[in-house]
Antibody, heavy 122, light 116 residues
């Protein structure tokens, strides 16, 4: 079945960087865009950006421009999201999610990874 | 890009029906919206996509027939009939704007549904 499995929880100090992974299985990796969405404790969902695993093209939410980098490794069907200059407000659960429709960035996010908790604390 | 507005809370009695609303900002009446369910302590789950013509594509895996959608003007609705305890969740609407390298995703603030 289609599955996205994310890396484990991270604890980082302010100013550090974190790199999360999202391993896809059960479908053709390069045919579906991957999004990253985060959720701060008790808050709503926030879209961070998108990567096309085929050509590695990306687009990031303006809020994260300059701090986020998304990449992929087609040999392992894995997408990565690196966030730098971490601050306490970046404490959140980070989700990867696949687009529902093949070969298109649109159509909804389905399925989602299980989420990775990133805690930023001194 | 559109702004999506959702009431923060809703409630309904067991076995009753409830309709959740997601309102697009002015000028975006042709946009489709995706509904997501997030149960307490869990990740989001795709419910279905809705435009002014109703459902677009298929429901998410395991979404029961009690869930339906409708779209009118700037509003996109998710109706849940015969509410069950497991329907108590946060419900988010989301939309996409642009395409390819210009794609942007947006979410509403979410509605917390309480089952009485």
């Amino acid at each position: 079945q289609v599955q996205l499995v994310q890396s484990g929880a991270e604890v980082k100090k302010p100013g550090a960087s974190v790199k999360l992974s999202c391993k896809a299985s059960g479908y053709s990796f390069t045919n579906y865009y991957i999004h990253w969405v985060r959720q701060a404790p008790g808050q709503g969902l926030e879209w961070m950006g998108i990567i096309n695993p085929s050509g590695a093209g990306t687009n990031y939410a303006q809020k994260f421009q300059g701090r986020v980098t998304m990449s992929r490794d087609t040999s392992t069907s894995t997408v990565y999201m690196e966030l730098s200059s971490l601050r306490s407000e970046d404490t959140a659960v980070y989700y990867c999610a696949r687009t529902k429709w093949e070969l298109a960035p649109v159509g909804g996010f389905d399925p989602w990874g299980q989420g990775t908790l990133v805690t930023v604390s001194s | 890009q559109p702004v999506l507005t959702q009431p923060p809370s809703a409630s309904a009695s067991l076995g009753a029906s409830v309709t959740l609303t997601c309102t697009l900002s002015s000028g975006y009446s042709n946009y489709k919206v995706d509904w997501y369910q997030q149960r307490p302590g869990k990740g989001p789950r795709f419910v279905m996509r809705v435009g002014t013509g109703g459902i677009v594509g298929s429901k998410g895996d395991g979404i029961p027939d009690r869930f339906s959608v409708l779209g009118s003007g700037l509003n996109r609705y998710l109706t849940i009939k015969n509410i069950q305890e497991e329907d108590e969740s946060d419900y988010y609407c989301g939309a996409d704007h642009g395409s390819g390298s210009n794609f942007v995703g947006v979410f509403g603030g979410g509605t917390k549904l309480t089952v009485l």
